[in-house]
């Protein structure tokens, strides 16, 4: 089990407005260590969305965006489009566990 | 443009060794890390590790210690990852990934299914 908990799916019509939570601890996202979010597709790599928390990578659509408070991170999603169907992982440092951490996942479904 | 490429499938027998070698062009392979991450059939995402492209400084999952060994090879821009004493629960697709602290994990290989059966 990680130290990083999402929500095992989220869902929402087209066009709608989601958002998947990152939860950790002192020890990670608490700690200020920079949270990082990937889409994944099943049978290709995983592509990074955002870095350090808010940032976007050139050619990531401006419909993704991250945020950090806490102990906790979240990835919004507006606009949602059929495409956007996928897996996504946050990540962060652990200095409990000296290492990097990928959260649990969310399914994201548009309906 | 920055390209990571996997080596291929592998079919290994329980308490074997498997070596993925991951070969990076496009960029300066010593100015980042490369990291290596797992996904078993109906799991999520499993951080394995990193290497340091530069001098070879390696950090490693607690739960692969003692099993796992991360290399780099400068001259051919080749990274590998060595996984020993094989499990069926090691079963999955490895991947690897330009890794830089600040900016995550950018570029990633096309994923190498390794399956250990008995």
């Known amino acids: 089990q990680s130290v990083l908990t999402q929500p095992p799916s989220v869902s929402g019509a087209p066009g709608q407005r989601v958002t998947i939570s990152c939860t950790g601890s002192?020890?990670?996202?608490?700690?200020?260590?920079?949270v990082h979010w990937y889409q994944h597709l099943p049978g290709t790599a995983p592509k990074l969305l955002i870095y350090g928390s808010s940032n976007r990578p050139s050619g990531v659509p401006d419909r993704f965006s991250g945020s950090k408070s806490g102990t906790s991170a979240s990835l919004a999603i507006t606009g949602l489009q059929a495409e956007d169907e996928a897996d996504y992982y946050c990540?962060?440092?652990?200095?409990?566990?000296?290492?990097?951490?990928f959260g649990t996942g969310t399914k994201v479904a548009v309906l | 443009q920055v390209q990571l490429v996997q080596s291929g499938a592998e079919v290994k027998k329980t308490g074997a060794s498997v070596k993925v070698s991951c070969k990076a062009s496009g960029y300066t392979f010593t100015s980042y890390g490369i990291s290596w991450v797992r996904q078993a059939p109906g799991q999520g995402l499993e951080w394995m590790g990193w290497i340091n492209g530069y001098n070879g400084n390696t950090n490693y999952a607690q739960k692969l210690q003692g099993r796992v060994t991360m290399t780099t090879d400068t001259s051919t821009s080749t990274a590998y990852m060595e996984l020993r004493s094989l499990r069926s629960d090691d079963t999955a697709v490895y991947y690897c990934?330009?890794?830089?602290?600040?900016?995550?994990?950018?570029?990633w290989g096309q994923g190498t299914l390794v399956t250990v059966s008995s």
């Open positions: 990934a330009r890794a830089s602290f600040r900016t995550g994990y950018d570029y």
């Open positions: 990540q962060s440092y652990d200095s409990s566990l000296s290492g990097y951490v």
């Open positions: 002192s020890s990670n996202i608490g700690a200020a260590y920079d």
